[in-house]
């Protein structure tokens, strides 16, 4: 009979003390991407000079691409004495409520504008390297935390719900206070910064690492853990179909404006609640799903419903059918938002046992490298779809709706037909997956017997 030790299950008070991490994070982020654009554009008066905006943009795309599997691979490496992971969300977080805050300190357009644009380039930069080295260590040490499928998924389900629920509240939080006084809003945030850094290391302080992973395990060198990084099939395919899911998610949340007022013409309030709140539901429902089909079966399924409803949506000539369609599509997002995590933990797990070595961060690392392009793609499709049909901008505050009959066209195409299709391509993608069936349940075996192998030599090396 096999002889090792069970993967570790948590309560569901340990789930929540998990998703609060999620939390802190999110509305601090959720603020950060709801609130900038019209902050660079209305309070800094930089509307007359978007060079500014596209040069900063530039330098924070670049760091922003490149510090992720940087830290991935500094992580993996990392021997500090209270672990790999942890110490670095723990000591990051207070650097990142800063970081943060002062965002919003910006010199104002009487400084001048390259006042502005060193300000902003430096400010975000270290926002965005607090940020990604705080959360690329929380996706990886998911993994590590516990073998057992099942409850990985329930930990990711308790963070997207809270991530959620965070997003939710950036969304409202500025909205209250933004319009009343400067002042107010600068303590808003400085409230937002503070328990959003707390929360985190709330969480850091309610779990504890596996010491095997970091004093046993001999870490690969840069270069060496990047080929083994590309060399897994497994990797390649999830991080393919992950290029699909971030597509899809930047075109249709950043298209929502577009939809409301010129094809619905209705508050963007109503087609936000028919995205989120079936996402709510449906988060919860995804333990059910992978008993069902497993991970990889009932990711697919999810992907091929959204997808269809997306397709279906720029069809639609009916508001309120277009409404019910963006309502099936968000049900495809509970893929990409709970099962990627979980999938990425079982590609460390296989990698693991042709390496010997547990590197879960140079996968989230390497993932973020390849996918945050998408991000730009979903800027660039819309511009350059509205740019061919001569589409009208707003005068002021006044919405242009005697538009070509093309723009209402390339509007469903955007926010529907090409993020169809690519939910639909990431479906097709992952039936080349191989981590599932019966070669996944054997993973799950060994992995077990190598962290027992890990934990017995640990002793050894502690006496």
Known sequence: MENFKQAPKFSTKKRVQWGLASFGGSIISGIYGALLPIFYLDYLGLSENAAIIYLIQIVYVVVNAL????????????????????????YTAPFLALTFVLIWLSPTAASGEWAIFWWMVIMTCLYDTAYTIIFLVYSALLPEVTEDEQERNALQVFASFFNLLGMIIGFLIPELFRNLSAVLLIISMIIVGIVGAVLIMYTTYQFEERPEFQ?????????????????????????????????????????????????????????????FVPLIIGIWLTPKLIDKWGVVKADQYLLIISGCGLCLLTIMPINELIYVCLAIASIGFIGPIVFT??????????????????????????????????????????????????????????????????????????????????????????RYYPIKGDYWDKIQKDVLVLHEEKHSKLKEMGR
Not at 78 to 85: E, F, I
Request: net charge positive.
């Open 341 to 430: 995590n979980v999938m990425f933990a079982q590609v460390a797990d296989e990698d693991e046992l042709r390496t010997g070595v547990r590197r879960e961060a140079v996968f989230f690392g390497v993932n973020a490298l390849i996918t945050k392009p998408a991000q730009s793609l979903a800027l660039v499709i819309p511009t350059a779809l509205l740019a061919l049909v001569g589409f009208k901008p707003r005068i002021g505050d006044t919405i242009i709706l005697d538009q070509p009959i093309g723009a209402f066209i390339a509007i469903r195409v955007f926010i529907g037909l090409i993020p169809g299709l690519a939910f639909l391509l990431a479906a097709f993608i992952l």
């Open 67 to 90: 510090n992720d599997p940087l830290f991935g691979i500094l992580s993996d490496r990392s021997k500090l004495k209270k672990g790999r992971r942890i110490p670095f969300m723990r």
């Open 215 to 275: 004093v046993v395990d001999e870490p690969l060198g840069f270069i060496e853990s990047l080929k083994y990084t590309f060399k897994s099939k497994s990797f390649v395919v999830l991080v393919s179909a992950n290029f699909m899911g971030i597509l899809v998610q930047s075109l249709v949340i950043g298209s929502m404006y577009f939809l409301a007022d010129y094809v619905v013409q209705s508050s963007s309030t109503i087609l936000l609640i028919f995205i």
